[in-house]
């Protein structure tokens, strides 16, 4: 089965430590919730099914369920597809406001399990390479770029934390620096605009890690054919190797490693790591070498 690897000391920790932060007494405290819901409607969303418009995937949805409790964000969630009326973000990266409707294809959230201790670091007016960060997503959705809150995740990821908790933002004309690239994912680079969505401050949080060599699901390595062949029903990198921890029961993905080879390998059929498992073999696959798993 699962190859688990070596249980890695944070650097954030140690950080912590000697700075004398102080974490949390109970690395897995966290609440549950049983068919949540928002103005008396259970919570949900028409993605992956439907995965265009200006919606919240079921991971984003969790995790602002969980943070309009107070709760830190999301470990981990249940879903089922149905005929519902039901409450959804109006806005995609979980941010927005809620609103209920109906759909015969409804990804619904059964249940969502919400992180009550977790240790956190605020950055007020954060910078990359000497420039403010931001975006101009969402005003202008179009090109290879990040949203803002893929944009403060990215950030909080390269400083060593876990992920971006939340972030506040402003519209003004600035330089910044953005992420060349969809769902935080590319260089770092610098421009000017004036309807920038600005990042006036992230707050990012910590957690424990375990690493993974050679993740494996039913025998076999897993990895995809994405980014190299975008298209199809498929998940990104980042999506199958989040969705691995998560099988394993951790919070999500804090890093992981890849090599471009032919193999054999276990995939996700399924867009935003939503899907079943799968063994197939190709020439060209973005094998995931190795995971650093949120434990919470």
């Known amino acids: 089965m699962m190859h688990h690897g070596r ?48 919606y919240s995937t079921p991971t984003d949805t969790a995790r602002r369920f969980c943070t309009d409790q107070g709760h830190s964000g999301a470990r981990s969630f249940t879903t089922a597809i149905r005929g519902s009326a039901y409450t ?36 007020t007016a954060p910078t990359v390479d000497g420039y403010p960060v931001g ?13 803002a809150a893929d944009t403060a995740r990215r950030f909080c990821t390269d400083l060593g934390h876990a992920g971006a908790l939340r972030f506040t ?5 600035s330089a910044y620096s953005y992420v060349a690239g969809t769902g935080g994912v590319g260089p770092w680079s610098k421009s000017g605009n004036s309807n920038a969505t600005m990042l006036e401050s992230i707050t990012c949080f910590h957690s424990a890690e375990v690493a993974y060599e050679t993740p494996k699901v039913n ?5 995809t054919v994405q980014p190299n062949f975008p298209t199809a029903n498929l998940s990104t990198p980042a999506d199958t190797a989040r969705r691995f921890c998560q099988d394993q029961g951790h919070a999500g993905a804090l890093s992981f490693t890849t090599a471009i080879r032919g193999s054999a390998y276990t995939y996700i059929i399924g867009t935003g790591g939503v899907g079943p498992w799968n063994t197939t073999g190709n020439g060209n696959v973005t094998m995931i070498e190795s995971i650093l798993c949120i434990t919470y």
């Open 7 to 54: 249980r890695l000391p944070s650097l954030v920790v140690s950080l912590l430590l000697m700075t004398g932060f102080a974490l949390p007494a109970s690395a897995d405290t966290y609440q549950t919730y049983t068919t949540p819901t928002v103005n008396g409607f259970q919570i949900g969303t028409v993605q992956p099914n439907s995965p265009t418009g200006n």
């Open 88 to 123: 959804y973000i109006i806005g995609t990266g979980g941010v927005g406001v809620w609103n209920t409707t109906g759909n015969a294809n409804v990804t619904m959230i059964e249940s969502v399990t919400c992180f009550t201790s977790m240790t956190e670091v605020t950055y």
């Open 135 to 147: 975006t101009v997503q969402p005003l202008y959705p179009t090109g290879n770029l990040s949203t």
């Open 169 to 173: 933002s402003t519209v003004r004309e």
């Open 219 to 223: 025998g076999f390595q897993i990895g």
